[in-house]
């Protein structure tokens, strides 16, 4: 029983360069790089070994295939890891609403403003009241009542300041 390599050596075919061009449909430099590579075998000055060379050649597409199918699945691998991860946070989230924890960030600014209106409201009116508070001096009180508005703001900007870093000591780092 002969074996591959004997069946290989009785139809090898040596042929030119120009011959190996037009069979494996590519040019000169592509030759070059694979008889590099040892793809393809030469046999001498501008001698290839046909048979021998398209079969190194159809072994290699074969293992560029096999290398693109194990990337590939690396790459389903990865993607279906993080989507597992997602779909757990999301269901922790979803638990989170359930459980009264957490609000949509638009219902929060709702109440936010809605709870700010009458605030601001009431202290942009406190200037107007400066007749009232002092008939007898009404610019002095503007000018108190204007120090104490602004006091109740700059406390309000602190608040939020505070906030905002509350909010940001509560996210997880990335480092």
């Known amino acids: 029983m002969d074996t591959d390599q004997d069946r290989i050596a009785e139809i090898e075919t ?6 190996l061009e037009l069979i494996l449909d590519t040019n000169a430099a592509s030759i070059n790089n694979w008889v590099r590579s040892g793809i393809i075998q030469k046999k001498g000055r501008n001698e290839y070994l046909l048979v021998s060379s398209i079969r190194r050649y159809v072994q290699s597409i074969r293992n560029k295939k096999g290398n693109n199918s194990l ?17 757990a946070e999301l269901k922790e989230l979803e638990l989170q609403k359930k459980r009264g924890e957490v609000i949509a960030a638009d219902v929060a600014l709702k109440i936010l403003i809605k709870c700010q ?16 508070v002092n008939p007898s001096d009404p610019e002095h009180a503007r000018t108190i009542l204007e120090r104490h508005k602004m006091q109740i703001f700059e406390s309000i900007e602190k608040s939020l300041e505070q906030i905002k870093e509350l909010d940001s000591t509560d996210k997880p780092n990335d480092s």
């Open 14 to 19: 040596i042929v030119d360069g120009a011959t």
């Open 117 to 132: 209106a009458p605030i601001k409201a009431g202290l942009e009116q406190m200037p107007r009241l400066c007749y009232e």
């Open 71 to 87: 990337e590939l699945q690396k790459r389903r691998e990865l993607a279906d890891t993080i989507r597992a991860e997602k779909e």
